[in-house]
């Protein structure tokens, strides 16, 4: 199971964290990922991770996302995190974590082959 959580309203220019605690299984297991829709738009990838016994396998960023998106994720705490700096309004969307044991580099942009999905946190960029 995952549950996000963090999102909120937040000024232009601002930063927010957004966490993704895992139960079930644990992050060490799974390719973890954000994703996001935006109102109007289709859902699009922002960043995915993949780490075992606390080393990162790889990380990754959909274009246009490294420099102000940084994903990580916690092995003691069992969870993934999205740090999101400069915000704009056009990052105003639902932002979704999801997870998956057979995701790896080739695929990771997939919102198809992840298993499992949170139900999504609200981050509303505006002033």
């Known amino acids: 199971q995952l549950v996000e959580s963090g999102g909120g309203l937040v000024q232009p220019g601002e930063s927010r964290t957004l966490s993704c605690a895992v139960s079930?299984?644990?992050?060490?297991?799974?390719?973890m990922a954000w994703f996001r829709r935006a109102p109007g738009k289709e859902r699009e990838g922002v960043a995915g991770?993949?780490?075992?016994?606390?080393?990162?396998?790889?990380?990754n960023y959909a274009p246009g996302m490294a420099g102000r998106f940084t994903i990580s994720s916690d092995g003691v705490e069992n969870a993934v995190f999205l740090r999101m700096t400069n915000l704009k309004p056009e990052d105003t969307a639902v932002y979704y974590c999801?997870?998956?044991?057979?995701?790896?580099?080739?695929?990771?942009?997939?919102?198809?082959?992840?298993?499992?999905w949170g139900q999504g946190t609200q981050v509303t960029v505006s002033s």
């Open positions: 999801a997870a998956d044991a057979h995701v790896g580099q080739s695929n990771w942009l997939q919102a198809g082959v992840y298993d499992s």
């Open positions: 079930g299984a644990t992050v060490g297991s799974m390719s």
């Open positions: 991770i993949r780490t075992s016994a606390g080393h990162l396998m790889w990380r």
